[in-house]
């Protein structure tokens, strides 16, 4: 059975600072700290990003004295990663058919 794929949550991970933070929680939590260490990102930059992330349901927060750690949903890539190969399955049961041109 064909699932749509959510466009909402493709549009969220697409950008290539989300999407690095995704892979860096994908491995341990981390804090504001260690996320603007390991990319780079100014502050405010990256506070933005993470809010984004935390509105589509990508990451959970954590609060630690005064840190905030992050750390991955991993359900949400995973039904997205369903939605995925429930196209991928459509597309090998559908290899066979091909419509006729008028």
């Given at each position: 059975m064909l699932t749509s794929v959510d466009t909402d949550l493709m549009r969220v991970l697409a950008d290539p600072l989300r999407l690095r933070i995704v892979t860096l929680l994908a491995r341990e939590t981390l804090c504001t700290t260690h996320l603007i260490e390991e990319t780079g990102a100014r502050q405010t930059n990256l506070s933005n990003h993470l809010r984004v992330l935390r509105e589509a349901g990508v990451v959970e927060t954590e609060p630690?004295?005064?840190?905030?750690?992050?750390?991955?949903?991993?359900?949400?890539?995973?039904?997205?990663?369903?939605?995925?190969?429930?196209?991928?399955?459509?597309?090998?049961?559908?290899?066979?058919?091909?419509r006729s041109c008028p």
């Amino acid at each position: 059975m064909l699932t749509s794929v959510d466009t909402d949550l493709m549009r969220v991970l697409a950008d290539p600072l989300r999407l690095r933070i995704v892979t860096l929680l994908a491995r341990e939590t981390l804090c504001t700290t260690h996320l603007i260490e390991e990319t780079g990102a100014r502050q405010t930059n990256l506070s933005n990003h993470l809010r984004v992330l935390r509105e589509a349901g990508v990451v959970e927060t954590e609060p630690c004295g005064r840190f905030t750690y992050y750390k991955l949903c991993p359900e949400v890539i995973a039904r997205l990663a369903g939605q995925f190969a429930d196209l991928a399955e459509s597309a090998r049961t559908a290899a066979g058919n091909k419509r006729s041109c008028p």
